[in-house]
């Protein structure tokens, strides 16, 4: 017969409750600063509800009405130094991490000019509005305030979560003891995304604090349709993660739960959770009640109802004599007064309308002139840089391998910019990795070389955090490129859009290496080329060196840039060799500048990559002269149009030649562009090479028959010579 034993989990599991003692021993200040965040909090929720039953507030308006217990319960034991995040029901917490950075201390908290104005930025921004802390950008789910320690709520479920960890990440390196709380509801707890930062948080002992709002409903499903385990806070020990569960609408229990996370955290001990039991008491967005669409009750409503937080708060209050009901009564009415008076400022009777209805003025919308800045930098950081290129370098040049200045170059800006911190899968093994681009940089920082988890969403989120803080410039190493996908969600939805999403104001100095494989063998799920999709992200800018000279000054200043950089390698090229710096590894490239390969009056070949060494060969077996033109950046803000209307203008005729399939294919973008900009000076329609319509396959005949080499470039140079 087998033997058992109990096992029991590495974390503790707590349900702390309050007693009436616990109330009793707690300061009046306390209870006093509990009571004015939270009344603050409801009287402006209930302001954007009105407005927005009166069509003021365009887009959703996602209350958090009846969970304002665990907002103020759990920021206010905060510092301003410590940084919360949020989903797309977010504006309690980020009013009261915004009320607790300018009130002096705790108390029945004044309406003082810097409360006033958050309440004016918060309202602004929730409608749309210029004054907004975002321009209007952002509205009721992007939320940020960065010198609050509000770093922004999301409108993606969980997509916030691994940002955290990147904020935590910078708060430990930076040898501080402050901390990261993340706020996601019960949707949002069994996503992947969530899960993999669980995990990444509890191995590197980050000091963040998941707070799961579990108010039961995600929209309309209920936390028992979602999972068989509805007490969220279970999944902690799993992760060897300490955790506690609250009863949310009890603001002292949060609180008390919060100052014991807290210990733990900024001890050094790692992260937490704290489950908190809430219940909003509106439908997931607008005025109102779930009950309206039947997937709850009105006694189920009323019977949380009756469980207020606020009024719990107040009868505390008025039971140890620490205010009286007319003083309450007051408070209220006057943070009523005031957003009334906030709201007036930015409304106007509508002529056009009925009697009685409001529009915005036109003075407090933002300038639609305003819609596109932001999405990028103005690239002033390069400003001063060394630029050079090979024909004329100031420095020692030699044969050199590719994957060796790769490595190189990686472990020079390690030296000269303590932020640089490189992550990815088996970075930090292999003598450098899978390929032995970190060769160097483990010699001399084996501390900043972090081997992750098989998360990339996690750690690409967690370097996305850690770019948005500003403190970190990580560089993220996916091993294929195909494994973007994987992490999709914070390569476009987050790191991509953060600077115009948050107003245009915020840089995200964030570099993702990944290598396309296509000829190895790997498959179709190894071997993509993902440059068309991701030059249609218009926050990242996209850079694809073709050999060891330009992958140095590329990486220079893509690692200098303040926008999100993805540098594209060709595994092929790793074993090639060509002319590289020999020790000044120090230059850059500028950003939109391409190459001229060769030159020729015959026909304009533009290409990137390792399809520029085959297009070289291709023109030598042929004979055409032609522009080669490679070009290095392939996003559309920094393509070097100026270098390839010059050559069409020249040679009249255009061949864009990549390697990858036809159905993700940068070249059809570009094609249509260059029809766009030079159709008049151009004599033939504009030739393309691609591989196939399906993705490599492991056969080698398959795969070659899927993938554009040399050949293919000789075939269609030869039709364009007998056009």
Known sequence: MPTRETLAAAAPWTALTTTEADWDAAAPGLLLGL????????????????????????????????????????VLPLRSDDFVNGSHRGHHQFLAKAFTHVL?????????????????????????????YSGGRGGSMHLQWKAAGAMGTNAIV?????????????????????????????????????????????????????????????????????TAETRLSARGPGFAIPSWRVDGMDPLA?????????????????????????????????????????????????????????????????????????????????????????????????????????????????????????????????????????????????????????????????ETDPRVVIMGEDVHRLKGGTNGATKRALELFPDRVLGTPISENAFAGLGGGMAIDGRGRPVVEFMYADFMWVAADQLFNQIAKARHMFGGHGSVPFVL??????????????????????????????????????????????????????????????????????????????????????????VTVISYLSMVRHCLEALEQVGIAADLIDLR??????????????????????????????GTSYGGWLADEIQRRLFDWLDAPIWRVTGGEASPSISKVLERAATARTEEVVTALRHIAEY
């Open 104 to 132: 002096p201390g705790d108390g029945l908290p004044s309406l003082t000019d810097e409360v006033r104005t958050v309440l004016r930025r918060t309202l602004a921004e929730i409608c749309g509005l210029a004054e907004g």
């Open 633 to 662: 950046w392939l996003d559309r803000a920094s393509l070097d149009w100026d270098t390839i209307t010059a050559s069409v203008r020249k040679t009249n005729k255009v061949l864009i030649v990549e390697q990858g399939a036809r």
């Open 513 to 602: 290496r990944s290598k396309l494989a296509a000829g190895t063998g790997y498959g179709s799920q190894h071997s993509m080329d993902p440059a068309g999709i991701l030059t249609t992200a218009a926050g990242l800018r996209v850079v694809a060196p073709s050999n060891p000279f330009d992958y140095v000054g590329l990486m220079n200043t893509a690692l200098a840039c303040e926008d999100p950089v993805v540098v594209l390698e060709h595994v092929d090229l790793y074993t090639s060799s060509g002319v590289g710096p020999v020790s000044d590894l120090d230059y850059r490239i500028p950003v939109g500048k391409a190459a001229l390969r060769s030159v020729g009056d015959d």
């Open 254 to 414: 949060v609180q008390l739960a919060m100052t014991e996370a807290l210990e733990h955290m900024r001890a050094g001990n790692g992260p937490a959770i704290i489950e908190a039991d809430v219940y909003r008491y509106f439908h997931q967005n607008g005025p109102y009640p779930g009950s309206a669409f039947g997937y709850r009750s009105k006694a189920e409503e009323q019977a949380w109802r009756d469980r207020d937080p606020i009024e719990l708060l107040r009868s505390h209050i008025l039971r140890r004599s620490l205010a009286t009901a007319s003083q309450l009564s007051v408070f209220h009415d006057e943070v009523v007064k005031t957003l009334r008076e906030i709201g007036d400022s930015f409304l106007q009777a509508d002529p056009a309308g009925k009697p009685g209805q409001r529009r915005i003025k036109a003075s407090a919308w933002p300038d639609p002139g305003f819609v596109d800045v932001g999405v990028r930098g103005d690239l002033s950081e390069l400003d001063g840089s060394r630029y050079e290129e090979v024909s004329g370098f100031s420095g020692e040049l030699a044969e050199r391998r590719f994957i060796d200045v790769v490595s190189d170059v990686l472990a020079r800006r390690m």
């Open 35 to 74: 009571f004015g965040q939270a009344t603050w909090i409801r009287a402006f929720e209930e302001y954007v509800l009105e407005l927005a039953a009166e069509g003021l507030v365009h887009g959703p308006a996602h209350a958090s009405i009846g969970q304002e217990g665990g907002a103020v319960g759990s």
């Open 158 to 226: 969980g997509g916030g979560v691994p940002q955290a960890a990147g904020f935590a990440f910078n708060q430990r390196r930076a040898g501080t003891d402050a901390v990261t709380v993340t706020y996601f509801g019960d949707g949002a707890v069994n996503i992947g995304s969530v899960l993999e930062t669980f995990n990444l948080a509890a191995a590197w002992k980050l000091p963040l604090c998941f707070f799961i709002e579990n108010n039961m409903y995600a929209v309309s499903t209920h936390v028992s349709d979602a």
